[in-house]
């Protein structure tokens, strides 16, 4: 996941290359491993009717979270929401969590008891049970290792190997709030004299910016429902910033992609965001780390009923680009019809 306060850098590191390296030396694969490195989760197959999905992230104080503008439960809450989103991504349905933690000199019982609060409202929509973890002392800051598992039946589960030339790319929900939650907390106070456009976003909007950030919803039940009709042929969530975790599809299914930036879904509160601070809301949806929202590839002849079926639902998809070739490259439609190479201003860790 991406973090929430700014770090050195470690130049030596490249965070996809190390773990491309790792699974190259480390990454045997045995027949009952659907999936290992490389995937939103890993998948194994467990019974002879239904598959395992594993996935765990770890957060970092000073790194993902920061105390100064975030409480312990809102921590545990985007810590679940993070793994859940995971588990989405693979469209399956996540059971049991697992919890280590590390606590600082200054951490008491109260905040764990809060984190947790946190952690399990997130985890009770979808009815996941607590069934173990560790506890240590932390001679630095606080660490949260989540690890959450899910199943999925067999040959349901997504992959961001799927994409072929001809889909369709679809998000759901909006793009950039979190990005614009996470800039508004880290703003001096509206009262401080040198940031006079503050005033102009109103109270909603700013709430719900925030509130985005802090508390992300995990689409779990958008992710089921696309493994499930078979609607999807590859899904990642957004955990780094669409224009980062697109590349994960691309490089995985050996395609390339043209994004209609005029497409983007960027909800009214973000654009209110981006004219007060006079941003571009495009850059906020591009780089924007932790919306959690799904990426994901419909084929053309699935289109017209994924679109129906979604509103049925009262699912927000849009659809944001189409699938090429590798050699077309990664490219962005801008709003004035002109074709670019698309940077990656998604996160990276370590650069
Ligand atoms: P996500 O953003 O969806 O959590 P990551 O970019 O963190 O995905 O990880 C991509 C893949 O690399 C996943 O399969 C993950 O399990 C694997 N991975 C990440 N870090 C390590 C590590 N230190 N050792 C082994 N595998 C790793
Ligand atoms: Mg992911």
Not at 220 to 234: D, M, N, Y
Request: proline letters at 5%.
């Amino acid at each position: 996941m991406a973090p929430t306060v700014r770090t050195k850098a470690r130049p030596t590191i490249h965070e996809f290359d190390l773990i491309r390296a790792l699974h190259r030396r480390h990454g045997r694969r045995t027949p009952s491993m659907i999936q290992g490195i490389g995937d939103d989760a890993a998948v194994i197959i467990s019974r002879a009717d239904q598959w395992t999905v594993l996935t765990t992230d770890l957060l970092t104080e000073g790194v993902h979270f920061d105390l100064r503008t975030a409480t312990m439960a809102d921590i545990g809450f985007r810590a679940a929401a993070a793994n859940l989103s995971d588990i989405a991504a693979m469209g399956a349905t996540p059971q049991y969590l697992l919890a280590a933690l590390a606590i600082p000199r200054a951490g008491s019982r109260q905040h764990v008891l809060q984190l947790y609060r946190g952690m399990m409202a997130a985890c009770r929509p979808h009815h996941v049970q607590l069934i173990g973890g560790d506890t240590s002392g932390s001679g630095g800051g606080w660490f949260l290792s989540l690890t959450l598992i899910g199943i999925v039946p067999p040959r349901k589960a997504l992959f961001r190997s799927g994409a072929r030339v001809g889909d369709h790319l679809y998000v759901t929900g909006t793009i950039g709030d979190a990005l614009a939650g996470l800039r508004l907390l880290n703003e001096p106070p509206p009262r401080v004299k040198r940031h006079p456009r503050t005033a102009a976003l109103s109270t909603r909007h700013r709430k719900l910016l925030i509130g985005r950030h802090l508390r992300p919803t995990a689409r779990i039940a958008e992710g089921r429902w696309l493994s499930t009709h078979c609607f999807a042929t590859s899904a990642i969530d957004i955990s780094d910033g669409l224009s980062g975790d697109l590349r994960h599809i691309c490089e995985e299914s050996h395609v390339g992609v043209e994004l209609d930036l005029s497409a983007l879904p960027i909800s009214p509160a973000c654009r209110a965001y981006a004219a007060s601070r006079k941003l571009d809301p495009i850059h906020l949806a591009l780089a924007g780390g932790e919306d959690y929202e799904l990426l994901f590839t419909v084929s053309p002849q699935q289109r017209s009923r994924v679109e129906r079926a979604a509103i049925e639902q009262g699912f927000s998809l849009t659809c944001i680009g189409m699938i090429h070739p590798l050699r077309f490259g990664i490219q962005a439609l801008s709003p004035h019809g002109r074709r670019h190479r698309l940077a990656n201003t998604g996160y990276e860790h370590f650069t």
